[in-house]
T-cell receptor, first 116, second 111 residues
Framework: GAGVSQTPSNKVTEKGKYVELRCDPI?????LYWYRQSLGQGPEFLIY????????DSGLPNDRFFAVRPEGSVSTLKIQRTERGDSAVYLC??????????????FGPGTRLLVL | QKEVEQNSGPLSVPEGAIASLNCTYS??????FFWYRQYSGKSPELIMF????GDKEDGRFTAQLNKASQYVSLLIRDSQPSDSATYLC???????????FGKGTMLLVSP
């Protein structure tokens, strides 16, 4: 079956602009996660959805970042008034959502965001 | 102290050798431990996970967990040049919680 997909694969924008990044999880996965990875660093957690609701948004760096998952499948990460420091690879992952120690996350290819 | 620590490397091993990748974590509440491989410019790919003390083997890969020492490792036997990548250690408190990643260790396997 299809894996996690993300669009666009690359996004170049100017400082101050608004961007939307999309994630389509593995079919049937109820849990969805957004991470951000800067060069030379491991992925850093941003937000986690269980179904339609954000179960944990403690990783969002500030109120310029927002994410939605209105129908419990596709999710959109929205960044307002982008700053050069937002430049990174934004990774989406999904997992079955059954819970427990065996809950493994599968990553999409990422969106490379460059803010000029 | 960072939550998950890894030596950034690079760790250089010759083809056919055993590569040993190490990771320590600070939160004793961590329950599950994951190793991801990440090729340059690509997304993380799950290799294996472990949640019980001891060893877990999967093909050429062996994960080792010691919760008392808060230490997890990944051994790669018969290393191949195609194993050259960054290996990310991640910990999970269990259930629906998120993953906390280390910075990753770059492995270089020379032919």
């Amino acid at each position: 079956g299809a894996g996690v997909s993300q669009t666009p694969s690359n996004k170049v924008t100017e400082k101050g602009k608004y961007v939307e990044l999309r994630c389509d999880p593995i079919s049937g996965h109820t849990a969805l996660y957004w991470y951000r990875q800067s060069l030379g660093q491991g992925p850093e957690f941003l937000i986690y959805f269980q179904g339609t609701g954000a179960a944990d948004d403690s990783g969002l760096p500030n109120d310029r970042f927002f994410a939605v998952r209105p129908e419990g499948s596709v999710s959109t990460l929205k960044i307002q008034r982008t700053e050069r420091g937002d430049s990174a690879v934004y990774l989406c992952a999904s997992s079955p959502g059954h819970g427990g120690q065996l809950e493994t996350q599968y990553f999409g290819p990422g969106t490379r965001l460059l803010v000029l | 102290q960072k939550e998950v620590e890894q030596n950034s490397g690079p760790l250089s091993v010759p083809e056919g050798a055993i590569a040993s990748l190490n990771c320590t974590y600070s939160d004793r509440g961590s329950q599950s431990f994951f190793w991801y491989r990440q090729y340059s410019g690509k997304s993380p790919e799950l290799i294996m996970f472990i949640y019980s003390n001891g060893d877990k083997e999967d093909g050429r890969f062996t994960a080792q967990l010691n919760k008392a020492s808060q230490y997890v490792s990944l051994l790669i036997r018969d290393s191949q040049p195609s194993d050259s990548a960054t290996y990310l250690c991640a910990v999970n408190k269990g259930g629906y919680s998120t993953l906390t990643f280390g910075k990753g260790t770059m492995l270089l396997v020379s032919p």
